[in-house]
């Protein structure tokens, strides 16, 4: 499956640095987690590969080809995207909205009703929002919506989805139903980048986990490797309880570590 490469990526805002030398290799099937500090550049990374924000040095490449030299509309049939807070704001029936995701292919191909019809059916069915089609999409609880704008992104049957903090405010039911739904996704053959706070949903659901901290790459490999005692306290400045539930792996923030408690 092709991917993103990015070499030596600087990203500024607001004319202050955010990102500074990143290189990075994403693709393939799994889910990968995205997590740091706040500010670490987690956000800014995820624009910085739509094209959304410019670098400032270094490349972003997608399949081989440079992000300013793809048209959009064929990239967006390829690569899906869940904005922080899953925002909406349209007065839509929840069927609309999520239908919105296939506009992509109708843009780079023409119509196809059956293969919409099929992809939107899909999508409702796999975030379990069939019975909200009706509904309107500003009527909905802050867990619905996330899981609409989910079902939106997946009906553009991306190969490569990324997601930004979509379980943030969630209640455990829906973050653990959000995070089965990505898990699912990346199972059928998608790579999924998910930006993630909580550490143990990191440890649980994703292959492989990439740490942000000041906007460099602190560290990159599978939840084992990375989410160790000492990486968490030197990044995020507390210590952690790691441990096993029969074979998944959780991390348990306890406490600020020695030296850090104070800042």
Same mark, same amino acid.
């Given at each position: 499956?092709?991917?993103?490469?990015?070499?030596?990526?600087?990203?500024?805002?607001?004319?202050?640095?955010?990102?500074?030398?990143?290189?990075?290799?994403?693709?393939?099937?799994?889910?990968?987690?995205?997590?740091?500090?706040?500010?670490?550049?987690?956000?800014?990374?995820?624009?910085?590969?739509?094209?959304?924000?410019?670098?400032?040095?270094?490349?972003?490449?997608?399949?081989?080809?440079?992000?300013?030299?793809?048209?959009?509309?064929?990239?967006?049939?390829?690569?899906?995207?869940?904005?922080?807070?899953?925002?909406?704001?349209?007065?839509?029936?929840?069927?609309?909205?999520?239908?919105?995701?296939?506009?992509?292919?109708?843009?780079?191909?023409?119509?196809?009703?059956?293969?919409?019809?099929?992809?939107?059916?899909?999508?409702?069915?796999?975030?379990?929002?069939?019975?909200?089609?009706?509904?309107?999409?500003?009527?909905?609880?802050?867990?619905?919506?996330?899981? #609409?704008?989910?079902?939106?992104?997946?009906?553009?049957?991306?190969?490569?989805?990324?997601?930004?903090?979509?379980?943030?405010?969630?209640?455990?039911?829906?973050?653990?139903?959000?995070?089965?739904?990505?898990?699912?996704?990346?199972?059928?053959?998608?790579?999924?980048?998910?930006?993630?706070?909580?550490?143990?949903?990191?440890?649980?659901?994703?292959?492989?986990?990439?740490?942000?901290?000041?906007?460099?790459?602190?560290?990159?490999?599978?939840?084992?490797?990375?989410?160790?005692?000492?990486?968490?306290?030197?990044?995020f400045g507390v210590t952690v309880?790691?441990?096993?539930?029969?074979?998944?792996?959780? #991390?348990?923030?306890?406490?600020?570590?020695?030296?850090?408690?104070?800042?």
């Open positions: 499956m092709s991917g993103y490469a990015v070499h030596d990526l600087a990203v500024k805002r607001d004319g202050h640095p955010v990102l500074d030398g990143l290189s990075l290799d994403i693709g393939g099937a799994g889910v990968v987690g995205l997590i740091g500090p706040n500010g670490a550049g987690k956000t800014t990374l995820l624009k910085a590969l739509l094209g959304f924000l410019p670098a400032a040095r270094g490349s972003v490449a997608f399949d081989g080809v440079p992000l300013a030299r793809w048209n959009r509309a064929a990239l967006a049939c390829r690569v899906g995207y869940l904005a922080q807070g899953a925002p909406c704001a349209w007065p839509m029936a929840v069927a609309d909205v999520v239908e919105l995701g296939r506009w992509p292919h109708r843009r780079s191909r023409g119509p196809n009703a059956k293969a919409d019809a099929a992809a939107v059916e899909a999508a409702m069915n796999a975030t379990g929002v069939t019975h909200l089609a009706a509904r309107s999409a500003l009527e909905l609880s802050g867990g619905e919506r996330v899981r #609409v704008m989910l079902a939106r992104a997946l009906a553009g049957e991306p190969e490569l989805l990324l997601a930004d903090e979509p379980v943030a405010g969630l209640d455990p039911h829906y973050q653990l139903q959000v995070m089965e739904v990505l898990r699912a996704l990346a199972d059928a053959g998608s790579a999924v980048v998910v930006v993630l706070h909580d550490l143990t949903l990191a440890a649980r659901f994703c292959d492989r986990v990439v740490v942000l901290e000041a906007g460099q790459l602190k560290a990159d490999g599978t939840p084992a490797e990375v989410l160790t005692p000492a990486t968490l306290a030197e990044v309880h790691v441990g096993r539930h029969a074979e998944d792996l959780f #991390v348990l923030p306890w406490g600020l570590s020695p030296g850090r408690a104070a800042e």
